[in-house]
């Protein structure tokens, strides 16, 4: 599923097509996807500016002048993808229609925005825009990692009574928004923390050094416009390359890249996903 940095990264890629334009028309081409699309969703946009284009966690939300926010999660094998646009950055034309094209924007700049779900695990809503911070979907999220709410001492009390293991902690939305699998295994690896340890049980020391590599890893991840593993793909339609960077996930059984080492990368399962270490250098 994509994390944070795919989330950004598409955002990004959207926003020079979207943002501050007109959806010309909205053509929404099924009753749901995973949850049902709210009532009207088509001309409750069609007519509407896109005022801003956020995110928030995995969402992507965006701000229309109806006083209402689109809010937009790409699920596990959702695309958004952009063709036709005048500014030239997406230089191939409207592509013919695809099987699981389920929601496409048709901007008033002439550019086409292409909602492609084939598992249909995405989602979309409608929320009032005044009161989106107390929609079920956003309430409880924690604070963004890139953001200045999310710091040393608000990380050390957030971890200070929790009785799990710290890998875990840190893919709890409550305490730290968009973390997912992969980004987690990659901080743990450079904070050399074990993934197993007890949240509760690190120095506020290393909970502290947790702080500046989730923001490095994240930041670099999205500079690399994220990670393509399955589905994923950037709104022109191009590839993530951060996974050419990892050092610990999906590098089972490969020799650890800590220098003087010597270890090996290992895998185990943790709350039904796969977790990737080095037992000899992270303690």
């Not at 550019?111 to 989602?123: I, L, Y």
């Not at 929609?135 to 608000?154: C, R």
């Amino acid at each position: 599923m994509p994390e944070l940095p795919e989330v950004e990264t598409v955002r990004r890629g959207l926003a020079p097509s979207m943002e501050g334009q007109v959806i010309a028309r909205a053509d929404v081409n099924r009753a749901d996807l995973r949850w049902p699309f709210p009532e009207n969703m088509a001309d409750r946009l069609t007519g509407a500016k896109v005022t801003a284009l956020r995110r928030r966690s995995k969402y992507i939300l965006a701000d229309l002048s109806t006083g209402e926010t689109l809010i937009i999660h790409l699920g596990m094998s959702g695309r958004m993808t952009v063709s036709g646009d005048p500014l030239g950055q997406f230089h191939h034309d409207h592509p013919a229609p695809a099987k699981h094209d389920h929601v496409v924007f048709h901007m008033d700049n002439g550019a086409r925005v292409t909602f492609n779900d084939a598992r249909r695990f995405g989602a979309m809503d409608l929320a009032n825009t005044a009161m989106l911070d107390e929609h079920w979907l956003i309430e409880s999220i924690g604070p963004e990692p890139l953001g200045n709410d999310f710091n040393e001492s608000y990380l050390c009390v957030a971890l200070s009574k929790r009785n799990m293991p710290i890998k875990t902690a840190l893919l709890d939305q409550h305490v730290v928004a968009g973390l997912g699998n992969i980004y987690v295994c990659e901080v743990l690896f450079r904070a050399h923390i074990n993934p197993t340890r007890k949240a509760k049980d690190l120095s506020k020391k290393r909970i502290a050094s947790l702080v500046p590599i989730i923001r490095d890893v994240l930041s670099e991840a999205i500079a690399a416009g994220g990670s393509s593993l399955k589905d994923y793909r950037q709104a022109d339609g191009e590839l993530g390359y951060f996974q050419h960077g990892f050092q610990a996930y999906d590098r089972e059984n490969d020799p650890c890249q800590t220098p003087d080492c010597g270890g090996t990368i290992a895998r185990i399962t943790q709350s039904g996903r796969s977790t990737f270490y080095c037992p000899k250098c992270q303690r």
